[in-house]
Each structure stands twice: as C-alpha cells, then as structure tokens.
T-cell receptor, first 115, second 112 residues
Framework: DAGVIQSPRHEVTEMGQEVTLRCKPISGHDYLFWYRQTMMRGLELLIYFNNNVPIDDSGMPEDRFSAKMPNASFSTLKIQPSEPRDSAVYFC?????????????FGSGTRLTVV | SQQGEEDPQALSIQEGENATMNCSYKTSINNLQWYRQNSGRGLVHLILIRSNEREKHSGRLRVTLDTSKKSSSLLITASRAADTASYFCATVKRSNTGKLIFGQGTTLQVKP
C-alpha cells in the first residue's frame, strides 16, 4: 500500500491566487481528515469526512476554504483567494472503522507558502 | 482550543536513557493516541490506548492512561538517536468519535 498520497509536496503562490491541495486516502479507509500545522497554532483539524460526506467543518477558518470528497479515493482542499496567513503545512489523513479504534495514517503533507 | 497538552515542551537526553512525556486533556475521551513526527515529515501513529485500558506496550514504548486525572504518559526506554522527533498526544472525545484533536507536542532530542 502506498499510504496516503498528497500533492503537491510544495506550493508557492501569490496572494489572491487559488490553491488546490489534493489527497488520495488509503483504499478501504472510510474517514478522511484535513489538518493544518503551524508553529503558532500547532495541528488544527479543519474538516473531516466519513464515507465521502463532510461530518464536521467547524475548523475551516473561513469561507475562503472549501473541501470536497467526490469519491472514496480523492479529496481536495481549496483556498480562494489565498492569503499570506494561510502559509502552513497541510496534512491529509485517513482511517478505517466507524469509530477510530485504529490510528490515523497521515500523508507527507503539502507545504504552502503564500507570498 | 487543543484537547491535549504535553509536558515538557522540549526534552534532551543521552542515548540509552529513558524519555518520559506527559499529556493532559480536558474532557472524557474514547481513546488517546500518540504520534511521532520527524522534522519535515508527516505524523506516524505509535500507539492507541482506549479509555478502559490503563497501560499498553509496544516494543520500547510504554503508554499509561489515568482517566481520573485525565492524563497519559509515553515512556521510551533505551532511547536511540533515531528517536529524535516531536511526539504528540491526540484524543478522541467520548461524545464525538471520529474527531482526533492534537496537543502541542514534545520535542525530543536524543544525543548520541
């Protein structure tokens, strides 16, 4: 198994541009999570899906952020328009089971820099 | 706010010594998990302990859970330079299965 795959690994964009981050979870995992990590705020849960349905998006910072999961093997996190304060490492993770009695598997992350 | 708080924030030890990290949380939990993050990498799941368990072992790792004190500890025995990383505890609230909330982490440096 290739694990959770995120792309791109690094993204540098100008303020105001649209950014799309991508994630392919592990096959058979029915939970998918998007986290953001910064030095100041640590790891923040942005949104999570169960069976492709968004369950809790209370961590999404504002309307500039949106996430979709059109099928069990793909999810996107979009920021439009991007701002310098969005600079962070964004992680996708997946897990299996109706309740997380199993650990989460994280991707390698996307380091986003907004200039 | 974060559910888990780790202590200490940073720890530096010599290879071969034991490393102990503590985690406190605020609400009733379903389970508590520990993760490791090497610099510039994603998080790796180490061990999960359920709320009805008190102690769990995995190789050189020992995790304890005290639900009455809302605290957990991670012990790494006979540390190695390769154990140098950040360690995070994360909790799943009893009322909200599926949502894993992380603490701020402990940065461990193991000197060869």
């Amino acid at each position: 198994d290739a694990g959770v795959i995120q792309s791109p690994r690094h993204e540098v964009t100008e303020m105001g541009q649209e950014v799309t981050l991508r994630c392919k979870p592990i096959s058979g995992h029915d939970y998918l999570f998007w986290y953001r990590q910064t030095m100041m705020r640590g790891l923040e849960l942005l949104i999570y899906f169960n069976n492709n349905v968004p369950i809790d998006d209370s961590g999404m910072p504002e309307d500039r952020f949106s996430a979709k999961m059109p099928n069990a093997s793909f999810s996107t996190l979009k920021i439009q328009p991007s701002e310098p304060r969005d600079s962070a490492v964004y992680f996708c993770a997946s897990s299996r089971g109706q309740s997380p009695n199993y650990g989460y598997t994280f991707g390698s992350g996307t380091r986003l820099t907004v200039v | 706010s974060q559910q888990g708080e780790e202590d200490p924030q940073a720890l530096s030890i010599q290879e071969g010594e034991n490393a102990t990290m503590n985690c406190s949380y605020k609400t009733s939990i379903n389970n508590l998990q520990w993760y490791r993050q090497n610099s510039g990498r994603g998080l790796v799941h180490l061990i999960l302990i359920r709320s009805n368990e008190r102690e769990k072992h995995s190789g050189r790792l020992r995790v304890t859970l005290d639900t009455s004190k809302k605290s957990s500890s991670l012990l790494i025995t006979a540390s190695r330079a390769a154990d140098t990383a950040s360690y995070f505890c994360a909790t799943v609230k009893r009322s909200n299965t599926g949502k894993l909330i992380f603490g701020q982490g402990t940065t461990l440096q193991v000197k060869p």
